[in-house]
């Protein structure tokens, strides 16, 4: 069963960068029915789609975001990342890494796995 | 628009059925996603458009689109069925995803 494992500092300060990182298991990030994505959560709200890189290192992001944010993938580890610079007490999120299923029709919105998420707090 | 738009909460009584909708300009072009959510839990994909439900998914999920709507209807809920429940779809000016404010589902 696939698994995404998040990992990364549970408190970040304001102003510096937020670094998470999703171990993936049981499948490659390099297979071509699937994208990887992140996806935050601030306490008590609503989900907020940040970002997806394709099987082959092409990115998406979030308008809202994309100055401050970076995707990248490391097939060596099964791994990818994220990168969220600048970051405030807006920033205050559970994050999300999740597989999404673009083989078969099931599109760019299919969000099929996901992690447990980690808490990630921004304060000085 | 680029924006989902949900009820913030619906109600159903143990064994009913009952309809979560979705409305955003983007549902025109795109299928929508839904997601159950439970309290500490990470969200879990339920279905995709109208025919594309994961494994593991009861069948009493299912899903239907018209127009600018997307809905989710549960035939026969159970109390498990209680969580938040959050449509998304692709935006149709970008490539970008979308989520909607979310449905919290009371079952009575």
């Known amino acids: 069963q696939l698994q995404l494992q998040e990992s990364g500092p549970g408190l970040v300060k304001p102003s510096e960068t937020l670094s998470l990182t999703c171990s993936v298991s049981?499948?490659?990030?390099?297979?071509?029915?699937?994208?990887w994505a992140w996806i935050r959560q601030p306490p008590g709200k609503e989900l907020e789609w940040l970002a997806t890189?394709?099987?082959?290192?092409?990115?998406f992001y979030s308008p809202s975001l994309m100055s401050r944010l970076t995707i990248s993938q490391d097939t060596s580890k099964n791994q990818f990342s994220l990168k969220l610079k600048s970051v405030t007490a807006a920033d205050t999120a559970t994050y999300y890494c999740?597989?999404?299923?673009?083989?078969?029709?099931?599109?760019?919105?299919?969000?099929?796995?996901w992690g447990q998420g980690t808490l990630v707090t921004v304060s000085s | 628009s680029s924006e989902l738009t949900q009820d913030p909460a619906v109600s159903v009584a143990l064994g009913q059925t009952v309809t979560i909708t979705c409305q955003g300009d983007?549902?025109?072009?795109?299928?929508a996603g839904w997601f159950q959510q439970k309290p500490g839990q990470a969200p879990v994909l339920v279905m995709v458009?109208?025919?594309r439900r994961p494994s593991g998914i009861p069948d009493r999920f299912s899903g239907s689109a018209s127009g600018n709507t997307a809905s989710l209807t549960i035939t026969g809920a159970q109390a498990e069925d209680e969580a938040d429940y959050y449509c998304?779809?692709?935006?149709?000016?970008?490539?970008?995803?979308?989520f909607g404010g979310g449905t919290k589902l009371t079952v009575l």
């Open positions: 999740a597989r999404v299923r673009m083989g078969g029709g099931w599109g760019f919105q299919a969000f099929d796995s």
């Open positions: 049981t499948d490659s990030i390099t297979n071509s029915n699937y994208y």
């Open positions: 890189i394709s099987f082959n290192g092409n990115t």
């Open positions: 983007s549902l025109r072009s795109f299928s």
């Open positions: 458009g109208k025919t």
């Open positions: 998304d779809c692709r935006d149709n000016s970008a490539d970008r995803v979308i």
